[in-house]
């Protein structure tokens, strides 16, 4: 049964030639048939590949693909960020670009919406490298200690949630990889209710990930300490 609402997807995408193409057409049909209206807003957040310029084609031969593009790659969150600011329709959803998960998987988070404020995904079984599961578990309880935030999979990127839910937290300052657990901080300490519910997840196929490079992980402590010193502050 077709959604009364209109949706905004947003997909960050940082070197996705591989991948970009795939994950946005196999999103086309499913948003067709489940929603009254939506839009797919992909981030190209600097690509040194072809990244931008397949996200360009695909826009001129469908509307409702717009492409935005960081000249230079500024960050996961900042790319978020730019999509979830762009998005002009009733919910917001975003998915990582990269083909480790399905869209259709949105079916799951649905019936869900008329009870919470926010819905998102955590992963039932992850497929990550075994030291890239055990960063993202110490990430965890750091966050859990530092911010009080206990969510299953805080970095999940497989979130939906209505637009005024988004306007009302804003601004979400972290460009890095802190920025979905600033998110859902926020929205916490902002009273919005929050369901989780299991997502499938599949191996990358194609290019590589980059979430766990020291320099993504420095930056993450450093946007911490500000996150909390501006919390702190309210």
Not at 2 to 10: E, G, H, N
Not at 187 to 215: C, S, Y
Request: charged residues 30%.
């Amino acid at each position: 049964m077709k959604k009364d609402f209109s949706l905004s997807v947003v997909f960050p995408a940082y070197n996705e030639e591989a991948n970009i193409e795939r994950t946005v057409l196999l999103s086309i049909p499913y948003l067709e048939k489940t929603f009254k209206d939506y839009e797919v807003i992909v981030v190209n957040d600097g690509s040194s590949d072809r990244t931008g310029e397949i996200v360009e084609r695909l826009s001129l031969s469908n509307p409702h693909i717009v492409l935005l593009n960081h000249p230079k790659n500024l960050g996961y969150g900042a790319a978020v960020r730019s999509g979830l600011d762009r998005a002009s329709l009733d919910y917001i959803f975003f998915m990582d670009s990269d083909g480790q998960f399905d869209i259709s998987d949105m079916d799951r988070l649905l019936p869900f919406v008329d009870r919470y404020d926010v819905v998102i995904g955590y992963r039932e079984k992850r497929v990550d490298p075994f030291i890239r599961s055990v960063n993202a578990w110490l990430y965890h309880q750091f966050i859990g200690l530092l911010f009080g935030l206990r969510v299953r999979d805080i970095d999940c990127a497989f979130k939906l949630f209505p637009r005024r839910v988004y306007e009302a937290v804003k601004p979400i300052k972290s460009g890095g990889a802190l920025f979905s657990a600033e998110l859902l901080i926020k929205m916490k300490r902002n009273g919005f209710t929050i369901k989780e519910v299991p997502v499938r997840h599949f191996p990358r196929r194609f290019g590589k990930q980059t979430g766990a490079n020291l320099r993504v992980i420095l930056r993450m402590f450093k946007e911490c300490w500000k996150l909390r010193d501006e919390l702190r502050g309210n």
